[in-house]
Structure formats: structure tokens, C-alpha cells
Antibody
Framework: QVQLQESGPGLVKPSETLSLSCTVS????????WSWIRQPAGKELEWIGR???????NYNPSLKSRVTMSVDTSKKQFSLKMSSVTAADTAVYYC???????????WGQGTLVTVSS | DIQMTQSPSSLSASVGDRVTITCQAS??????LNWYQQKPGKAPKVLIY???NLETGVPLRFSGSGSGTDFTFTISSLQPEDIATYYC?????????FGQGTRLESK
């Protein structure tokens, strides 16, 4: 069974960089798109971007200037970095596997990141 | 970006009721439309893909229809475990975008 697990600091100071990793188990990481999605409390889902196992990326234009994604196939991990964070970046961050049809079929449990001094 | 507009934003229904949620895209997305269920404190779960295809293991009371800009999600007979928030999501163009969600409550 495919499982994803997010990890990283739950508290980040304003203007600093948010860094999260997602570890994949139960399946190969190769040959898939891997996405990051976030959800502020009580609000809708926002797609941050995706990375293919080749390293090719697509980012949401609204966040593109601050986001970097990477993948380490040997560790079965992919990562998100978001720079210059503000309180507006406080949210639950999810990682997910994306099928070619755009369905986000497997999700991590989510990790709450709070931006506060 | 393609804007996805769901309605209603919330609704109350009783067990056994037929529930319908609509999703309208700001431009033609063919059938590149998925529906998700999210329960409090949990990650979303895909129920319907490509507008009308039921994800493996999802009960038959869930269905979807539509193409182009107008889509419908239906629960034929509401069960207690269906109380959740439902989201549509388009994949015609990047960035992927979601509707604002429909919160389904028990009457």
C-alpha cells in the first residue's frame, strides 16, 4: 500500500524558508508526478506544484517565485522549499502522488506549518 | 488560471436524501474534472475522476456527470459516513485548481 509521510518544522519565522520533505513507502517513487498542496484552516485547497522523478517541475504561478521542489529517488523522498514566508503561508501542507489524469490519488496525512515569530 | 465555482457552499441533508453539488469552470475543461471528499482532520480522497468515472472501491451511490464547463456530483442516498466537505478539481490546464468546497452537514 502506497503511503506518504510529510516531515519538517511546524513553526517557521516570517521571512525565513519553509522546508518540508515527503517520504514514499509501499511503491516506487519513479515514474510518477509528486505534488504539494496546502490548505489554510477552514479554507480551500491550493495546489503548490509538482515534480516528476526526472526532476522536471511545474509550479503554481502565484507561488513560483518562492517555491523550489526537488526529488531524491535513492531516498524515495521529494521536498518543498518556500522562501520569504509570511503569515499567509500558514496552512496544512500535504504531499500527494498524481496520476497522469491529474487525480491526486495518494496523500500524506498533512503537516501544519505555522508562520510566526 | 481556470476558476472553479461550486454550489452550494454548504447544505444540510438527511440520511437517505439525494444530494447534488454543481461545479462550474470558467472555461471549457472537457472532462478533466475530479471530485474529492474530505473529512475533518483528514486528507482529501478522490471519488470521481474524468467527470464520471468512479474510483476503485468507492460506493456506487456516488456519481458524477458533465463536460465542458458544467459538472454535477450526486450522492443517490446519503449515508452518515458521507458527512464531509466535497471539492471539484480541474486538470485541463496547469495550475490545477479546486473549487471552494461544499460542506455537507447532517440535518
Amino acid at each position: 500500500q502506497v503511503q506518504l509521510q510529510e516531515s519538517g518544522p511546524g513553526l517557521v519565522k516570517p521571512s525565513e524558508t519553509l522546508s518540508l520533505s515527503c517520504t514514499v513507502s509501499g511503491a516506487s517513487i519513479s515514474g510518477y508526478y509528486w505534488s504539494w498542496i496546502r490548505q489554510p484552516a477552514g479554507k480551500e485547497l491550493e495546489w503548490i506544484g509538482r515534480i516528476y522523478t526526472s526532476g522536471s517541475t511545474n509550479y503554481n504561478p502565484s507561488l513560483k517565485s518562492r517555491v523550489t521542489m526537488s526529488v531524491d529517488t535513492s531516498k524515495k523522498q521529494f521536498s518543498l522549499k518556500m522562501s520569504s514566508v509570511t503569515a499567509a503561508d500558514t496552512a496544512v501542507y500535504y504531499c500527494a502522488r498524481m496520476r497522469r489524469g491529474g487525480q491526486l490519488e495518494y496523500w500524506g496525512q498533512g503537516t501544519l506549518v505555522t508562520v510566526s515569530s | 488560471d481556470i476558476q472553479m465555482t461550486q454550489s452550494p457552499s454548504s447544505l444540510s441533508a438527511s440520511v437517505g436524501d439525494r444530494v447534488t453539488i454543481t461545479c462550474q469552470a470558467s472555461q471549457d475543461i472537457s472532462n478533466y474534472l475530479n471530485w474529492y471528499q474530505q473529512k475533518p482532520g483528514k486528507a482529501p480522497k478522490v471519488l470521481i475522476y474524468d467527470a464520471s468515472n468512479l474510483e476503485t472501491g468507492v460506493p456506487l451511490r456516488f456519481s458524477g456527470s458533465g463536460s465542458g464547463t458544467d459538472f454535477t456530483f450526486t450522492i443517490s442516498s446519503l449515508q452518515p459516513e458521507d458527512i464531509a466537505t466535497y471539492y471539484c478539481q480541474q486538470y485541463e490546464n496547469l495550475p490545477i485548481t479546486f473549487g471552494q468546497g461544499t460542506r455537507l452537514e447532517s440535518k
